[in-house]
Antibody, heavy 122, light 107 residues
């Protein structure tokens, strides 16, 4: 059974930093691309960042480029999202999501975690 | 960026009704389209990939079609567990983008 368990969310002041983690199990971790998707309370879904299975390519939404860094540790089956220079508009529930394929190109999402909440507020 | 537009944004339906949701892409995306279901307080769940292929856990009352820019999701004989918000998403190109969602409510 595929499981994706996010952690690391919390409340932080504007300009601060957080690191989200996603512990994965139930599949061959390095064989699949992974991504972060966020959802603002009461609103829709926004893709944030993605990374290939081997970690050699990363992708970012313009809204987070230069502030967020996605990475993965295939020896620990863990995905990360380092979030710096946080803004109020980054407040959202952040989901760790598995791609069906390895590259993150032309491939859909198949499994989602339950999310971790990030609140950016003074 | 490819914009995804869903309609309607919400609808009311009764148990047993047939429901159709549409999704339009601002440019052609071949069949690189997925549909997700999100029940209240839960994470989204994958329903459809490649525009018309059901995930293995999805009941056959769900169907989907389309290619290029116009896509539909249909639920025949709506069941209580189908009341949720449905999102389309394109994966033809980055940035990956979602539709605004369609909330299916009980009439």
């Amino acid at each position: 059974e595929v499981q994706l368990l996010e952690s690391g969310g919390g409340r932080v002041q504007p300009g601060g930093s957080l690191r989200l983690s996603c512990a994965a199990s139930g599949f061959t971790f390095s064989a699949y691309a992974l991504t972060w998707v966020r959802q603002t309370p009461g609103k829709g879904l926004e893709w944030v960042s993605g990374i290939t299975g081997v970690g050699d390519k990363t992708y970012y939404a313009d809204s987070v480029k230069g502030r967020f860094t996605i990475s993965r540790d295939n020896s620990r089956n863990t995905l990360y999202l380092q979030m710096n220079s946080l803004r109020a508009e980054d407040t959202a529930l952040y989901y760790c999501v598995k791609f069906y394929g390895t590259s993150g190109y032309y491939t859909n999402f198949d499994f989602w975690g339950q999310g971790t909440l990030v609140i950016v507020s003074s | 960026d490819i914009q995804m537009t869903q309609s309607p944004s919400s609808l009311s339906a009764s148990i047993g009704d047939r429901v159709t949701i549409t999704c339009r892409a601002s440019q052609g995306i071949n069949t690189y389209l997925a549909w997700y279901q999100q029940r209240p307080g839960k994470a989204p769940k994958s329903l459809i990939y490649a525009a018309s292929n059901l995930q293995g856990w999805v009941p056959s009352r769900f169907s989907a079609s389309g290619s290029g820019t116009d896509f539909t999701l249909t639920i025949t004989s709506l069941q209580p567990e189908d009341f949720a918000t449905y999102y389309c998403q394109q994966y033809n190109s980055y940035p990956l983008t979602f539709g605004g969602g369609t909330k299916v409510e009980i009439k």
